[in-house]
């Protein structure tokens, strides 16, 4: 039959990239150290979060019949540390966020924030201790955003990464600080200003009143064209000299 001497091929798929696992009777780089392989599996003896994808099994008989299996393999990694991404300080009334990432889990982890070790709830206003807050939490993307940040806000905040993979885990404390708006400081800068402008108006002030922007008067030198007059008769007598200031 067709079947008698098939042609096996594996292939591995992730996401929109497909590339040859085992072909014309060996496997493949980076597989070849650690895959066994056998007519009906493949063995893997280690395996990595990079692993995570599609494989499929193309079965080619001698009359070009196709047989396609498909398995998808998930490797599971349990969450490392997470890294909280706190603002030391920010304004009351303003935006803030805070972020939680964290780069290892598979399947990727969800996220959950604490404030003064106390877990916060996704829905500020179902919990007393947070309903003074106004914020929304992302579980999936571990985005924490005040919006407006009141002064209640101040505090330690740390986030937990978990994927029911391994134990959860924790990032560092961070510290943010809800601050007032700084009127007194902008009132100083206001008063500077004001004062650099005066200064400046009276430096101009001052050079006009001494003269250094006056313009140099131009004065012209008097000029006198004067013209021999000619012999003519007394009758036919003309001016014949003109002065000219």
Known sequence: SGWSNPRIEWKFQKG???????????????????????????HFDTVTREDTGKYICEVVGQDSQIAKSEVNLIVQVPPSKPVAHVPASATIGSRAVLRCTEMDGSPPPTFRWYKDSMLMPTDPKTSPTFRNSSYTLNPTTGELIFEPL??????????????NVGPSQKSDVMHMEANEVNVGG????????????????????????????SRKRDTASKK??????????????????????
Not at 27 to 41: G, W
Not at 150 to 163: Q, T
Request: glycine residues 6%; charged residues 10%.
């Open 16 to 42: 929109l990239s497909l590339v040859l696992f085992y072909y014309a009777g060996q496997l493949t780089e980076p597989y070849k150290n650690r895959v066994q392989f056998s007519p009906t599996a493949i």
């Open 186 to 213: 902008i009132v100083a800068a206001v008063v500077v200003l004001l004062m650099v402008l005066a200064l400046v108006a009276f430096g101009i002030w001052f050079a006009y009143s001494r003269g250094f922007f």
């Open 224 to 245: 006198v064209i004067y013209s021999q007059p000619s012999h003519r008769s007394e009758g036919d007598f003309k001016q014949t000299s003109s002065f000219l200031v």
């Open 150 to 163: 009141s002064g209640f806000d101040s505090g330690d905040y740390y986030c937990e990464a978990a994927n």
